[in-house]
């Protein structure tokens, strides 16, 4: 079965910082991954997804399929950035599971 | 194009009583998702709709019945409201071969 592990509930950092939101995933096939990000009372909205490469709102994440990691990267955090956070994988029967989720604090 | 609508946004239901949280989507899609919010554990999935007429259940069912009323429509039942059911509870939907979900904004559930 696949998991999808995102081990900080809370990261807290100034603004102009970098910040980095780990995700680890188990899967034996070959997943795809996301990154869904929930502005405070909004919905979930996607972020990034690891096939399309892109760089959106200043987010970068990078597939390393030998650590199994999707993790997600912004050189200099913004406080408009402060939202809850979720890594999540779809494999097989193409249902999305997610993982606990990252709650992002940007103090001014 | 509204997208993925959820009705109610906010409910509450003291232990027992029984509610249906409504969904429809109005951008065609074969899919149909219900998820709930939980603190630290993330979106859990509860029941889904692969396509209208089919319903399966996800990671977490117990406590929750399905109906896919057509293509438009999934709702999610309560028949008898538990407070561990205290939660967020978000419908999505999907086309069938893309892998972008599209989420409502969410039922604000508590169960007291």
């Known amino acids: 079965a696949q998991r999808v592990t995102q081990p900080e509930k809370l990261l807290s950092v100034f603004k102009g910082a970098p910040v980095e939101l780990k995700c680890n995933y188990s899967y034996s096939g070959s997943p795809e991954l996301f990154w869904y990000v929930q502005y405070s009372r909004q919905r979930l909205q996607l972020l990034l997804r690891?096939?399309s490469r892109e760089s959106i709102k200043g987010f970068t994440a990078d597939l390393n399929k030998g650590e199994t990691s999707f993790h997600l990267k912004k050189p200099f955090a913004q406080e408009e950035d402060s939202a809850m956070y979720y890594c999540?994988?779809?494999?097989?029967?193409?249902?999305?599971?997610f993982g606990g989720g990252t709650r992002v604090l940007v103090k001014p | 194009n509204a997208g993925v609508t959820q009705t109610p946004k906010f409910q509450v239901l003291k232990t027992g009583q029984s509610m249906t949280l409504q969904c429809a989507q109005d951008?065609?899609?074969?899919?149909m998702y219900w998820y709930r919010q939980d603190p630290g554990m993330g979106l859990r999935l509860i029941y889904y709709?692969?396509?209208?007429?089919?319903?399966d259940k996800g990671e977490v069912p117990n406590g929750y019945n399905v109906s896919r009323l057509n293509k438009r429509e999934f709702s999610l039942r309560l028949e008898s409201a538990a407070p561990s059911q205290t939660s967020v509870y978000f419908c999505?939907?999907?086309?069938?071969?893309?892998?972008?979900?599209?989420f409502g904004s969410g039922t604000r559930l508590t169960v007291v």
């Open positions: 951008m065609n899609h074969n899919s």
């Open positions: 690891h096939i």
């Open positions: 999505a939907s999907r086309l069938t071969g893309e892998y972008g979900y599209t």
């Open positions: 709709s692969a396509s209208e007429g089919t319903t």
């Open positions: 999540a994988l779809i494999a097989a029967g193409n249902k999305l599971t």
